[in-house]
């Protein structure tokens, strides 16, 4: 007999398992019963403090609520700071730098989220060259292809620590000390392994990280994230800013700004607070459970689910190798689109990227029962008897 699984008494703490397979974690988590308890606190601080809250959290939320997800990621406190998405991170990391000198390089993977890329070669036009080291087979990227890449003239190396398309998780402790070797900077994109995959930013040495919350950690929308190393503060000077990266934002002082010497340089304008809300109590969950147990799971539920797919004949199209992907999984049917569209259909919520096919996340919350249930109805819509 196998034994129980611990992590399944988090179940009720999400009220859509209820009535669906919710196998889409690698997209939207499901909201935790206690996110709306967060977002009631929200509009109560609002209507009975008003205008005090600045000053009693809200302000400094950018910070407070940046310091749980450092406890995942592995970033000592007061080092991440939450901004709406992160597209606006990676755009106040390349606002760091100047492209117009003869390091303006910035080499990123092929495998990288497009807004990133539409983000760096939009750097062309301040002299930045774009390297995009591409994938052979859409699904990985040879860690010697992008080694190779990295030279005295890149500045900014930009890795999506697990590729949105695949899985595919990238070998990032490698990746960073080659780019120190040269004297660039690094930038890991956390997004699709923050929560599923344990990781060290601190141990792992990247310069930046950039991240979101409606993912695996559960959160609701519009709460990006940004970890920048500590000793980096006091050379870096982010050109996208605003008036909350002031040393003394109520000084209202015109003129060119004065950062703050710490996290807070890294800030705009007002924070997104109600997102803040919304998003804290998934963070708070995945700590409560770990990463390392979540990972643990991930790693024997997306085993099972390749081989059940591969009993029935459907295309894998994520690593094989569990120490090389993270928590989702890829398979390529014909008519990607509308397989999708049915297993919605029948309750079974997943997506499909184009180029890669239908993407299926477990999650901590998930049954094998869910599982064994996925692979057959998607294979039942495949080859219909
Ligand atoms: C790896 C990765 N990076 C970035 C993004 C987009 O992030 P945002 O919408 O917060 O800019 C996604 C969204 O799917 C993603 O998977």
């Known amino acids: 007999m196998s034994t129980p699984d611990p992590l399944l008494i988090w179940r009720d703490e999400f009220p859509i398992l209820a009535d669906t397979t919710y196998m889409i974690s690698h997209s939207l988590g499901p909201m935790p019963r206690r996110a709306e308890a967060a977002l009631r606190e929200f509009t109560n601080t609002w209507a009975t403090r008003g205008i005090r809250a600045w000053e009693e959290g809200w302000w400094e939320m950018p910070i407070t609520c940046g310091n749980l997800i450092g406890s995942i990621i592995g970033a000592p406190q007061g080092r991440v700071a939450m901004h709406q998405n992160v597209s606006i991170c990676q755009s106040i990391v390349t606002s760091c730098f100047d492209w117009s000198g003869p390091r303006n390089k910035l080499v990123t993977d092929g495998l990288n989220f497009p807004s990133n890329d539409y983000i760096y070669h939009g750097l062309a036009r301040q002299g930045a060259q774009i390297v995009s080291v591409a994938s052979p087979d859409g699904m990985t990227i040879p860690l010697e292809n992008i080694l190779a890449a990295i030279d005295e003239q890149t500045q900014l190396v930009s890795i999506s620590h697990v590729a949105f398309r695949s899985a595919y998780l990238q070998d990032l402790a490698t990746i960073t000390a080659r780019a120190h070797e040269v004297g660039a900077y690094i930038v890991a994109d956390l997004y699709q392994s923050a929560g599923i995959v344990p990781l060290d930013v601190v141990a792992l040495d990247v310069d930046f990280a950039t991240g ?48 703050a010497p710490d996290m807070h340089r890294y800030l705009n304008g007002t924070p997104n607070v109600p997102a803040m809300y919304s998003a804290r109590s998934g963070y708070e969950i995945v700590n409560e459970i770990g990463v390392a147990a979540i990972r643990e799971k991930s790693q024997r539920q997306t085993q099972r689910l390749i081989a059940l797919a591969d009993e029935a004949g459907l295309t894998v199209r994520s690593p094989r190798d569990p120490a090389e992907r993270g928590g989702t999984i890829i398979l390529d049917v014909p008519n990607g689109r509308e397989v999708t569209a049915e297993l919605i259909r029948r309750k079974i919520l997943v997506d499909f990227r184009p180029g890669a096919g239908i993407r299926i996340a477990p999650h901590f919350y998930t049954t094998d029962d869910e599982i064994a249930y996925t692979v057959h109805e998607l294979a039942s819509i495949v080859h219909p008897s």
Do not use: C, M
């Not at 800013?241 to 015109?254: K, R, S, Y």
């Open 212 to 259: 979101g919350s409606v993912k695996w950690l559960l959160g609701g929308p519009g709460a990006g994230y940004l970890y920048v190393r500590e000793d980096l503060d006091a050379r870096l000077q982010p050109a996208a800013t605003g008036w909350a990266a002031h040393a003394h934002p109520f000084e209202f002082v015109n003129g060119p700004i004065d950062y």
